[in-house]
């Protein structure tokens, strides 16, 4: 997308004005969202990193489990913030 934005200046005003006129301009030409959106914006995770997330999440879950049937933890700690790891 470009878009130029051109503020002539007349004789009889100021630079400052000339200043305001283009920010104005800029403002409502929606160039600035545009911009943030591009710079901003988040990629989408690939497959590879979603499956392997998965795989991940469902390798703690088994090892919490299982250090629950061990009795290392006890079940109440199921859905609490704890530091279990070795």
């Known amino acids: 997308m470009t878009l130029n934005i051109v503020v002539h200046k007349q004789n009889n005003k100021p630079t400052t004005q000339l ?15 545009h911009v943030r959106n591009i710079r901003y914006r988040e990629r989408k ?29 006890s079940s109440s700690t199921i859905g609490k913030r704890i530091k279990w790891r070795k």
Do not use: C, H, M
């Open 45 to 73: 995770e690939s497959d590879f990193l979603k499956k392997r997330n998965a795989l991940r999440r469902l390798r703690r879950r088994e090892q919490f489990n299982q250090l629950i049937k061990e009795g290392v933890i």
């Open 19 to 33: 200043l305001r006129d283009f920010s104005q301009r800029v403002r409502t030409s929606g160039i600035i969202p």
